[in-house]
């Protein structure tokens, strides 16, 4: 009896891990491309190349690893596809850095040869199929996110500091139909076009390590995601702004309370902020 309810119980575990990885994935906003995909909530891009040997080396002990070889290229390729679509705001792709600098393209096209395999398939007919993912954050943040994004100690507020009995340890911006879209440097600004948060907010080394920005798809994903918990301040998104829809509009009130605390400036440096799009 006992064997049998230890059976039942590895067989309930095993069910409910790929539907709690299933759930754990549909949170995440995906945008799909014809050579890949950019998952904006876990910063990164993933390719698949796909990779056959020569004719002549079929059914040969070195075919495998030419097939295997001409399918890492094909997907270092297609993820340099994709990368070249990230925005980096609402002006700017990376695609625009290769009409304005050659060293910062060839740069990315080297970091490209870093990217990781996740997924690798032989198949019957002696192809291989492979995909590939690379991180957004970290040293492919430090070469393309804006110069103007730096150290930062302290940030001053803009008005007097306020008292309050709630201290807010981050910021959800809803943004659902508004058609906003996700870039890596993202800005939140009032309704008269000042700025609330953006590159001026944050300290470069949060930017680069985890990105100006989280994204998810429903506002509790994003409330209880472990870079705003446990008591983030919500605001709802009016419009967007700029030719990429990527820079939010928010209310005055909510800019305002934003701005007069000093506890708030200190979790928009650290880029405590999720960003909620459908």
């Keep these: 009896m006992k064997s049998k309810s230890m059976f039942v119980l590895v067989i309930v575990v095993l069910l409910l891990i790929p539907l709690s990885a299933y759930s754990d994935q549909g949170q995440d906003f995906i945008e799909h491309g014809d050579k890949g995909v950019i998952n904006w909530s876990k910063g990164t891009v993933q390719a698949t190349g796909i ?25 270092y390729r297609n993820i340099l596809e994709v990368l070249k679509g990230v925005r980096i705001d609402s002006t700017t792709v990376v695609r625009d ?5 050659d060293i910062i393209m060839s740069k990315v096209e080297g970091m490209v040869q870093g990217a990781e395999v996740v997924k690798k398939e032989y198949l019957s ?28 100690d302290s ?7 306020q008292s309050s009995s709630a201290v807010y340890t981050g910021l959800v911006v809803d943004a659902r139909g508004l058609h906003a879209r996700p870039a890596m440097s993202p800005k939140v600004q009032d309704e008269s076009g000042q700025e609330v948060y953006g590159s001026a907010f944050v ?7 985890q990105g100006m920005s989280g994204y998810a798809k429903n506002v509790d994903a994003a409330r209880t995601n472990q870079r705003v918990t446990d008591n983030p301040l919500l605001v709802k998104g009016l419009r ?19 701005r007069s605390a000093s506890e708030n400036l200190s979790f928009m440096k650290k880029c405590r902020v999720m960003i909620v799009v459908d």
Excluded at 155 to 161: A, F, L, Q, R
């Design 97 to 101: 850095y290769a009409v304005e600098s």
């Design 240 to 258: 967007v702004e700029g030719a990429g829809h990527s820079d939010i509009v928010i209310s005055n009130a909510d800019a305002s309370m934003l």
């Design 155 to 161: 940030i001053k507020p803009e008005m007097p500091i």
């Design 125 to 152: 007919d002696g192809t291989v199929e492979i995909t590939m993912q690379m991180d957004l954050r970290g040293g492919f943040s430090q070469l393309v996110l804006p110069a103007e994004i730096k150290p930062l």
């Design 51 to 75: 990779g056959a040997p020569p004719e002549k080396l079929y059914g040969k002990p070195n075919a495998r690893p030419m097939a295997l070889r001409a399918a890492k290229l094909d997907a």
């Design 203 to 209: 300290s470069r080394e949060y930017a680069v390590q």
